[in-house]
């Protein structure tokens, strides 16, 4: 009778993973959206706090001056963003008549994005899925007063203009970002040195379900030149890698990583592999982003 008892709890925990592994993808999904919901008040919460330790000497404000901070940074983000905006469109309204029709459109459709471009704070965090993804503050319902959705599916996610996700599950109120360090994405991306496309090739990040992983190391394949010999030596450490386009995902000319390691070409071999660092280098401390619309609407 006892050895039944005591075995009674760890059937009940095999039972209850087995039935958790045996959920199907769309049912996994929706249970994560509660999930967030319910934790992203308190996952607020921590946030303000740990602003204020960092902030404030322990005991000279009130516990809601950690908040205000935090509000107050938030906003000076947005307005920081919305100045570069402009500043971007006045230079293309300067250069405009100097470059064909069709660039002119292809700008212009281009900014006319990035004006669309929101600002969306981060909700929560899974420890266990640290550098593969996030959830943040928008959704559905955030996207119903625009023409076009921008919190939807394959919606890229920016950082201070630089790639850092790609958003794969839509809620009502909050949206999942599939981080670039995840090791499941792919964005294709070119070789950049000076204004010249030398290479193109994808990277991928090398995160895994591990507790609180912060390896944001990405590793590339599969880069081969453009209309370039192939020969040792062309991709240097501290080139730029930037979105090609060519995924149908991310739009291109987005910045993404440099390169930091080229590995030896091998024999026979007819394209490159590379390591490189991502250009947000707070990958592991985002708080605010912002998401541009999918490419495919």
Known sequence: MNR??????????VLA???????PKEGADSIRKRV????SPVWSWGMGLRHYLNDRPIGSYPMTEGSTVSVLALENQELKAKLKQAAELIEWY?????????KK???????QKRRLALPAKV????PSLWGSSLWIQGGQMDSEHFEEPVFAKNSPVLCNDALVGVIDIVGKRQSRVRLITDSAIFPSVCVLQGDQVIARGELHG???????SRGTELKGIGFRLVDRPFRDG?????DLLVTSGLDGVFPPHLPVATVTHVEPLEEGAYSYELLANPIASRMNALEVVYVLPPESM
């Open 4 to 13: 039944t008892a005591k075995a009674a709890p760890i059937l009940f925990l």
């Open 17 to 23: 993973l087995f039935a958790w592994i045996s959920v």
């Open 36 to 39: 967030v919901s319910a934790l």
């Open 94 to 102: 300067a250069a405009s008549q100097q470059i064909s029709e069709s």
């Open 105 to 111: 459109a292809y700008v212009l459709q281009w900014l």
């Open 123 to 126: 909700l929560y965090r899974d």
């Open 206 to 212: 090398s995160s895994k379900p591990l507790w609180r």
């Open 234 to 238: 062309m991709i240097r450490p501290g």
